[in-house]
């Protein structure tokens, strides 16, 4: 199965300033199958981006993604109150389906 | 707008069984792949299963194989997980999700607000 392997584990930035998660993958990820989910506590999580860089519906486009291959980030240009939260990437090329160990971005 | 609700969770002794349902609105449920995804306490997401729109394929982890199935009923909008022999290490918010694909699980547009199942003697 394909691991993917998220960095850094936490990052603690200020609302305003520009957030950068990595993912990473044991092998490479099929046709850019790579999506990116938000959680916050006590919540389910959100779907934000699809084929690796494809927003979803409703998305504020201050949430970015790029990558290929083995190597995608999420890009949060401008930090909002409400994007402090956990963001997990999915793989959705290759059978099982899998997770990131996910990213805690907090407030500093 | 699409709206999963589960139920069914609870507390269950190792061993024991437990039959999860999901009933969806807001879209049409035949149309999609549904899958279950679940988040042990203090952790990540794990996918579980997943199940064609027609209800011809599913899918398993290799975690659950030969103790889950996954089934829907398409007259009904609803989406079920029977559970045996649950182990302790199935704990778990289990939630209900609403695939992008039709054949086999891909992203996942939507979400359940998930159920908790505990297996603790």
């Known amino acids: 199965e394909i691991v993917l392997t998220q960095s850094p584990g936490t990052l603690s930035l200020s609302p305003g300033e520009r957030a950068t998660l990595s993912c990473r993958a044991s092998?490479?990820?099929?046709?850019?199958?790579l999506a990116w989910y938000q959680q916050k506590p006590g919540q389910a999580p959100r779907l934000l981006i699809y084929g690796a860089s494809s927003r979803a519906t409703d998305i504020p486009d201050r949430f970015s993604g790029s990558g290929s291959g083995t190597d995608f980030t999420l890009t949060i240009s401008r930090l909002e109150p409400e994007d402090f939260a956990v963001y997990y990437c999915?793989?959705?090329?290759?059978?099982?389906?899998?997770f990131g160990g996910g990213t805690k971005v907090e407030s500093k | 707008e699409a709206q999963l609700l589960e139920s069914g969770g609870g507390l269950v002794q190792p061993g024991g069984s437990l039959r999860l349902s999901c009933a969806a609105s807001g879209f049409t449920f035949s149309s999609n792949a549904m899958s279950w995804v679940r988040q042990a306490p203090g952790k990540g997401l794990e996918w579980v299963s997943a199940?064609?729109?027609?209800?011809?394929?599913?899918y398993y982890a290799d975690s659950v194989k030969g103790r889950f199935t996954i089934s829907r009923a398409n007259s009904k909008n609803t989406l079920y997980l029977q559970m045996n022999s649950l182990r302790a290490e199935d704990t778990a918010v289990y939630y209900c999700?609403?695939?992008?694909?039709?054949?086999?699980?891909?992203?996942?547009?939507?979400w359940g607000q998930g159920t908790l199942v505990t297996v603790s003697s």
């Open positions: 092998q490479s990820v099929s046709s850019s199958y």
């Open positions: 199940i064609s729109g027609s209800g011809s394929s599913t």
């Open positions: 999915q793989q959705y090329g290759t059978s099982p389906l899998t």
């Open positions: 999700a609403k695939d992008s694909g039709y054949v086999r699980a891909e992203y996942f547009q939507h």
